[in-house]
């Protein structure tokens, strides 16, 4: 995944972002959903939260005052992780 990918992300509203997002877990082998949640109101304005629950691994990852693309790197390490442990 390019940084250029990464920042397409960072600058689509959070509907388009969470359609991206799908694509890029897919492009990893990930099948199933992922959800994308940007928090609401003045002191959230940098919070996302991300659930992806893929191939029998569910995973949550939150991130608070960071950018989409931080949630999203921290996210693909934790799928990327199980799925080493998993041997798949």
């Known amino acids: 995944m390019t940084d250029c990918e990464l920042s397409?992300?960072?600058?689509?509203?959070?509907?388009?972002?969470a359609e991206e997002l799908l694509l890029i877990f897919q492009q990893v082998g990930a099948r199933g959903d992922v959800m994308l949640y940007k928090h609401?109101?003045?002191?959230?304005?940098?919070?996302?939260?991300?659930?992806?629950?893929?191939?029998?691994?569910?995973?949550v990852c939150r991130r608070d005052g960071d950018s989409l693309s931080v949630c999203?790197?921290?996210?693909?390490?934790?799928?990327?992780?199980?799925?080493?442990?998993?041997?798949?």
């Open 40 to 59: 609401d109101g003045a002191r959230s304005e940098n919070r996302f939260t991300i659930m992806a629950l893929i191939s029998g691994y569910e995973g």
């Open 8 to 17: 397409t992300l960072a600058n689509s509203s959070a509907e388009l972002a």
């Open 72 to 88: 999203v790197q921290d996210c693909l390490r934790q799928y990327l992780a199980a799925k080493a442990r998993l041997g798949n």
